[in-house]
């Protein structure tokens, strides 16, 4: 079956960074699409970054650009977040999700999803 396994999230402080990894199994990674959405409590999913299934396509959110950067290895089936400039507001849980080839800033039409890890950043 397909595991999604995010690691990487923590305790950083304002202005640190961190990186995510999101290691797939259970599905041919180089045909899908890969997406980083966020949930803060109380509040609701947000779409974070995206990649299609070459890399060759990026997309993030406003509130992240240029601080965020997405990136995948397809040979070792693992997408990455790379965060900096951390702000309190990034502070929520993860997720990483898989869709068919290209992305998308939707979470509903993801298939597959992660189960999340935890990202705090004090100030």
């Known amino acids: 079956q397909v595991q999604l396994v995010e690691s990487g999230g923590g305790l950083v402080q304002a202005g640190g960074s961190l990186r995510l990894s999101c290691a797939a199994s259970?599905?041919?990674?180089?045909?899908?699409?890969m997406g980083w959405f966020r949930q803060a409590p109380g509040k609701e999913r947000e779409f974070v970054a995206a990649?299609?299934?070459?890399?060759?396509?990026?997309a993030v959110a406003d509130s992240v650009k240029g601080r965020f950067t997405v990136s995948r290895d397809n040979a070792k089936n693992t997408v990455y977040l790379q965060m900096n400039s951390l702000k309190s507001e990034d502070t929520a849980v993860y997720y990483c999700?898989?869709?068919?080839?290209?992305?998308?800033?939707?979470?509903?039409?993801?298939?597959?999803w992660g189960q999340g890890t935890q990202v705090t950043v004090t100030s």
């Open positions: 990649i299609d299934w070459s890399g060759g396509s990026t």
């Open positions: 259970g599905l041919t990674f180089s045909r899908y699409a």
């Open positions: 999700a898989a869709r068919s080839l290209v992305w998308d800033r939707t979470a509903s039409r993801y298939a597959y």
